[in-house]
């Protein structure tokens, strides 16, 4: 049986990808967005988190820990999440239930299960299931076996992904899908790096192979204040577009709905109280996609 960490499985998803879908959320991702509306999917095992509005400071989680992964700090209980091992006693063992964990280990077997109840509704609506993240493909032997599964029930999957993988690996996996929503963050390598970690040649690349080798790709580029929002940013997104072949492209506004998992997760958060777009507040970014013969959509 095939194990992986999954950390949410959303149904009657209407965003990732065509149809009434089931996205399901893997956990790891080897990008560091400085925006991530995903945190707690960046790193690659069990987090636990504090409600610190329900937490009583009793401490009691950090005298339970094996591991001794919890402190005491600003009157607030706090994490090293690389020391924690994921035995969740501290979970159970809150008075007041102020802990949780982000993140449980699931067999194929059982995400298909939870797929399958859908199924009817992916019918009528030529949807499906959508993997999604963090990055699925950085669990390459847990997506391959979900896919194949998947695949027998004659259920059209799609990623959202990165890109961000090794070449051959990326090859294996990228056409077993129906669908892949690429994301295409930035144009300049250096720029690139200083919002996601690491630089976008890997990216790029991927992605002409899958170009050339007739993969479906959406690519899709979430506009972000300060990082690649500027009409010049648009140029050059839509000019990397057209090199590489490709003729669609959906941007996704910045937003904030994962603000509030930066303070569970006693996180740093870059763009703490920056305002979200909206498509109307990006009508001249989307016209200089369309003047370059780029369908493009929100």
Same mark, same amino acid.
């Given at each position: 049986?095939?194990?992986? %960490?999954? @950390? /949410?499985? $959303? !149904?009657?998803?209407?965003?990732?990808?065509?149809?009434?879908?089931?996205? *399901?959320?893997?956990?790891?991702?080897?990008?560091?967005?400085?925006?991530?509306?995903?945190?707690?999917?960046?790193?690659?095992?069990?987090?636990?988190?504090?409600?610190?509005?329900?937490?009583?400071?009793?401490?009691?989680?950090?005298?339970?820990?094996?591991?001794?992964?919890?402190?005491?700090?600003?009157?607030? %209980?706090? @994490? /090293?999440? $690389? !020391?924690?091992?994921?035995?969740?006693?501290?979970?159970?063992?809150?008075? *007041?239930?102020?802990?949780?964990?982000?993140?449980?280990?699931?067999?194929?077997?059982?995400?298909?299960?939870?797929?399958?109840?859908?199924?009817?509704?992916?019918?009528?609506?030529?949807?499906?299931?959508?993997?999604?993240?963090?990055?699925?493909?950085?669990?390459?032997?847990?997506?391959?076996?979900?896919?194949?599964?998947?695949?027998?029930?004659?259920?059209?999957?799609?990623?959202?992904?990165?890109?961000?993988?090794?070449?051959?690996?990326?090859?294996?996996?990228?056409?077993?899908?129906?669908?892949?929503?690429?994301?295409?963050?930035?144009?300049?390598?250096?720029?690139?790096?200083?919002?996601?970690?690491?630089?976008?040649?890997?990216?790029?690349?991927?992605?002409?192979?899958?170009?050339?080798?007739?993969?479906?790709?959406?690519?899709?580029?979430?506009?972000?204040?300060?990082?690649?929002?500027?009409?010049?940013?648009?140029?050059?997104?839509?000019?990397?577009?057209?090199?590489?072949?490709?003729?669609?492209?959906?941007?996704?506004?910045?937003?904030?709905?994962?603000?509030?998992?930066?303070?569970?997760?006693?996180?740093?958060?870059?763009?703490?109280?920056?305002?979200?777009?909206?498509?109307?507040?990006?009508?001249?970014?989307?016209?200089?996609?369309?003047?370059?013969?780029?369908?493009?959509?929100?």
């Amino acid at each position: 049986m095939v194990k992986g %960490i999954t @950390f /949410n499985i $959303q !149904k009657f998803s209407l965003h990732d990808g065509p149809g009434i879908r089931t996205t *399901v959320f893997f956990k790891g991702c080897p990008l560091k967005c400085q925006w991530c509306a995903n945190p707690e999917s960046q790193l690659q095992k069990i987090q636990i988190i504090c409600h610190h509005e329900k937490c009583l400071k009793c401490q009691t989680c950090l005298r339970h820990c094996p591991s001794q992964a919890i402190f005491f700090e600003d009157q607030k %209980i706090k @994490f /090293n999440h $690389q !020391k924690c091992i994921g035995c969740l006693q501290c979970v159970d063992m809150c008075p *007041v239930e102020a802990l949780s964990n982000e993140g449980e280990i699931k067999t194929v077997e059982e995400i298909v299960k939870i797929c399958l109840q859908d199924k009817d509704f992916y019918e009528e609506s030529n949807g499906g299931v959508t993997i999604s993240g963090g990055e699925g493909m950085a669990q390459p032997k847990f997506l391959e076996a979900l896919i194949q599964e998947l695949k027998k029930e004659n259920i059209h999957v799609a990623i959202e992904t990165t890109g961000y993988i090794e070449e051959k690996l990326f090859q294996k996996l990228a056409c077993q899908f129906d669908l892949l929503l690429f994301d295409v963050k930035h144009y300049d390598r250096n720029k690139h790096f200083e919002g996601t970690g690491v630089y976008n040649d890997l990216i790029l690349q991927n992605l002409k192979w899958a170009t050339q080798n007739q993969c479906n790709i959406l690519p899709r580029i979430p506009v972000i204040p300060g990082f690649n929002d500027s009409l010049d940013d648009a140029h050059g997104l839509a000019n990397l577009l057209k090199e590489i072949g490709l003729k669609r492209v959906q941007l996704l506004p910045f937003h904030q709905f994962g603000e509030k998992k930066y303070e569970l997760l006693n996180k740093d958060y870059h763009y703490k109280n920056k305002k979200a777009l909206h498509p109307e507040d990006l009508k001249a970014y989307q016209d200089v996609f369309i003047k370059k013969d780029l369908d493009c959509f929100f």
